[in-house]
């Protein structure tokens, strides 16, 4: 039973315009959101975060929203930049924080 | 540099033989992870350690191992009974600092092929 899902496996978007992806919990008990940003053969690294008792957090280009009551968050880019072209994941912590709990990630390819 | 580094980066075994994958750290970060990709999917955790000398399972541990004898050091063996071990594996610590959020510090991965 997958607690995170992201339903979107890729996503092309064009240089400039908005990137959202989108991710799905069904664990009311996680405390924490987190985004991470992988490029192929590399590990993951941390891009942007949430805690559960905010509904936006924002830094530089990226923000994250969240939507408790649907269970639902989303991260924009904006503007796009080809260099964002990578594999997203969502991943989720609960309140002890020992482990993170991701989505299978989303392809982000974008276009010059 | 403080960091997280794996070894090796490219391995390849025959069926039936155990491998050991290994991951080292100099942040003195306390808890360590292995999670593994396959093509497609995102990170399931194998594997965590809170503190030396204790471990815990993850999601998928069948068919692996672990040991934490070093804060530094949390190798992974990949045993012969693992059904299915080609994947990528993914090596990560968590800062005291970020206990609450969770947040976690990778390394660059292993992939493991087994012909």
């Known amino acids: 039973d997958q607690q995170v899902k992201q339903n979107s496996p890729s996503l092309s978007v064009q240089e400039g315009r908005i990137s959202i992806l989108n991710c799905d919990y069904t664990n009311s008990m996680f405390d924490y959101f987190l985004w991470y940003k992988k490029y192929p053969a590399e590990g993951p690294t941390f891009l942007i975060s949430?805690?559960?008792?905010?509904d936006k957090n924002e830094d530089g280009r990226f923000t994250v929203f969240l939507n408790k009551s649907a269970k639902h968050l989303s991260l924009h880019i904006v503007p796009s930049q080809p260099g964002d072209s990578a594999v997203y994941f969502c991943?989720?912590?609960?309140?002890?924080?020992?482990?993170?709990?991701f989505g299978g990630g989303t392809r982000l390819m974008v276009k010059p | 540099d403080g960091g997280i580094t794996q070894s090796p980066k490219y391995l390849f075994r025959k069926e039936g033989q155990n491998v050991t994958l290994s991951c080292e750290q100099n942040l003195n970060h306390d808890a360590m992870y292995w999670y593994r990709q396959d093509p497609g999917q995102g990170l399931r955790l194998i594997y965590y350690s809170q503190i030396v000398n204790d471990f815990q399972k993850g999601d998928i541990a069948e068919g692996y191992s672990v040991s934490r004898e070093k804060k530094e050091s949390f190798p992974l063996t990949v045993t012969s009974a693992q059904k299915n071990p080609t994947a990528f594996y993914l090596c990560?610590?968590?800062?005291?600092?970020?206990?609450?959020?969770?947040?976690?510090?990778f390394g660059e991965g292993s992939r493991l092929t087994v012909l």
């Open positions: 949430i805690s559960s008792i905010k």
């Open positions: 991943a989720a912590s609960d309140r002890a924080g020992n482990m993170l709990t």
């Open positions: 990560a610590s968590r800062p005291r600092d970020k206990v609450n959020t969770g947040e976690l510090f």
